[in-house]
């Protein structure tokens, strides 16, 4: 079994930054790859950014590439998203998630999920 609890969100404005964290515990993870997703209400769950725990190799969805920055500590056990230049339509509740599978965009490959953290952009 693998734990995920995520951490960082909040309301903020427009333009601004947050930084999410989510801590990994349990059975051995270096096998697997962390990925970010978001579900804003009435959408499906949105792939954003992926991370291979063993070599740190990352892969990013169009929609964030260049604004959002995924990441690890290997000391703390726990993956980051960097979000910069927020805009309204990020806000959701974003959720991260480990698999065994490789580098995957559909969230149905995963087999480990966190609470999940609220973020809200105004305008």
């Known amino acids: 079994q693998v734990q995920l609890v995520e951490s960082g969100g909040g309301m903020v404005q427009t333009g601004a930054s947050l930084r999410l964290s989510c801590a990994v515990s349990?059975?051995?993870?270096?096998?697997?790859?962390m990925g970010w997703f978001r579900q804003a209400p009435g959408k499906e769950r949105e792939f954003l950014a992926i991370?291979?725990?063993?070599?740190?190799?990352?892969f990013y969805a169009d929609s964030v590439k260049g604004r959002f920055t995924i990441f690890r500590d290997n000391v703390k056990t726990t993956v980051f998203l960097q979000m910069n230049s927020l805009k309204p339509e990020d806000t959701a509740v974003y959720y991260c998630?480990?698999?065994?599978?490789?580098?995957?965009?559909?969230?149905?490959?995963?087999?480990?999920w966190g609470q999940g953290t609220q973020v809200t952009v105004s305008s």
């Open positions: 998630a480990a698999s065994t599978l490789g580098v995957q965009y559909r969230s149905t490959k995963y087999d480990y």
């Open positions: 349990g059975r051995s993870f270096s096998g697997y790859h």
């Open positions: 991370i291979s725990w063993s070599d740190g190799g990352t």
